[in-house]
């Protein structure tokens, strides 16, 4: 079997999985698994730029996804006016404060005579800097978080399009990966990870804690959608008579369409992605990545220098880690920090990546979708399994309820062994990098 038929077979039985959902299940968990297996196959495409292309074990992919939510609320939510007044100046200035102290330091650090001078003058500087900063912050935020907590509570975005929230959530974390890179990327691959897995804990751990931001775990719902609202299109005469003449019930009608123009989103920014990383990986700097990849000793040795392509591809990966993180949190339609969980999602998402196959694109993108399915649908195939398997048994039987109880924890187990079974057979994945 050549490498394009199995690509093409491999794509369409996913095809056949989600037109098979749609069929046996219902059309609207066909379109959400596919909603979210476009999610899920761009943010592996940005950790399979890192880990594939340059052999970057990044394990923070959560907080770059979740900096990109945070971009929704920060572009798409209205400002909040009384918020600005009581405290908004006060806020702004203490991070500028902040900010300034800290750049002040690293220059000095860099630039003064090493010796106990310098190390005594910059730990006085940063704890005068830290008093200031707080002095100045502090009130800001206790005036900001006190105004109407229950609705607001926080100074609210810039009330822009929230299609330039998805950019911007890249950017956002791209800035973030360049400060991280700068501090981690010379450290050896498990402190690489480790370190990256600390600092996004610390990301969620603010984003849960800092109100004024963003509401903390309070929430922000209502974040605008850039497709329309399922009443609006049912209060449309119009979009009414085109259901009815489809045969459809203009309540399932409206929530299909929303999920299929999601879907159309989606898969524009996914193709595009994909376009670029391909480019990316058919181009010079693409074999340089693989080179460096491969052999880094070799590569510096050829003059490369290999921690600026380092720095260069973790930023690049992160950025795409943001974009999808700002698409999932519009898809949500609220933005919930204690829904991001490091491990358990990170670890999805490596599942994606390394059972696609590390190294092809299109493998990524193909493991995003066959992961997330199986992660969606092993709950519910797994439920008819126990309940077929236990028929002959007592409604009271006590092995039969902790069969039936156990079903919820088939997920992991499910990954877990798809993963065993996929190095076991095909240890570079299902689509292997050439």
């Known amino acids: 079997m050549t490498d394009r038929m199995r690509t093409s077979g491999l794509f369409a039985l996913v095809v056949v999985l989600i037109l098979a959902t ?21 943010m592996a495409l940005g950790v399979n730029l890192q880990w594939g292309f340059a052999g970057l074990f990044n394990v923070g992919i959560m907080g770059f996804a979740a900096l990109g939510g945070l971009a929704t609320v920060l572009i798409s939510m209205p400002p909040v006016p009384e918020a600005w007044t009581a405290g908004g ?22 630039r003064l005579p090493a010796g106990p001078t310098r190390a005594l003058g910059l730990i006085l500087f940063l704890i005068i800097g830290f008093f200031v900063f707080r002095w100045v912050f502090d009130p800001g935020v206790k005036a900001v978080e006190a105004i109407n907590p229950a609705g607001t509570g926080y100074l609210g ?6 299609l330039l929230a998805w950019p911007l959530g890249g950017l956002l974390a791209a800035g973030a990966a360049w400060v991280i890179g700068k501090t981690a990327l010379g450290l050896r691959s498990d402190y690489l990870a480790i370190a990256t897995l600390g600092i996004a804990e610390i ?85 340089m990545m693989r080179a460096i990849r491969d052999n880094e000793v070799a590569a510096e040795a050829m003059g490369k220098d290999v921690t600026a392509r380092h ?22 339609g609220q933005l919930t920090p204690g829904s991001y969980q490091p491990i358990r999602y990170t670890f999805l998402i490596w599942v994606m990546v390394i059972v696609g196959g590390s190294g092809n694109n299109l493998g990524a993108v193909l493991g995003g979708f066959v992961i997330w399915f199986f992660w969606v649908q092993v709950e519910p195939i797994g439920q008819l399994l126990m309940t077929v398997a236990t028929m002959g048994l ?11 109880d156990s079903v919820a924890h088939m997920r992991l187990l499910t990954m877990g062994l798809i993963l065993l079974l996929v190095l076991r057979f095909s240890p570079r994945g299902l689509l292997p990098e050439k």
């Open 157 to 162: 975005g810039l009330g822009l399009p929230v």
């Open 394 to 404: 007592d409604d009271s039987s006590a092995l039969k309820l902790h069969l039936l």
């Open 203 to 287: 990301i969620v751990a603010m984003m849960k804690n800092e109100d004024w931001l963003a509401r903390g775990v309070k929430n922000v719902t209502g974040i605008p959608r850039p497709v329309p609202y399922e009443v609006s299109l049912q209060n449309n005469a119009g979009f009414n008579a085109s259901a009815q003449s489809l045969g459809l019930d203009p309540v399932v009608a409206s929530s299909l369409y929303v999920k299929l123009s999601y879907s159309i989103l989606f898969a524009v920014v996914l193709l595009v992605l994909l376009w670029l990383a391909q480019r990316a990986l058919k181009s010079p700097w693409g074999r």
């Open 89 to 110: 100046p006060r806020v702004l200035l203490g991070v500028l404060i902040g900010a300034a102290t800290l750049s002040a330091a690293i220059l000095g650090y860099q």
């Open 311 to 332: 720095l260069q591809v973790f930023i690049l990966g992160s950025a795409i880690c943001g974009i999808a993180g700002a698409m999932m949190t519009t898809l949500d």
């Open 22 to 42: 749609g069929l046996l299940q219902s059309w609207n968990s066909a379109l959400l698994i596919l909603n979210m297996g476009l999610i899920s196959a761009i």
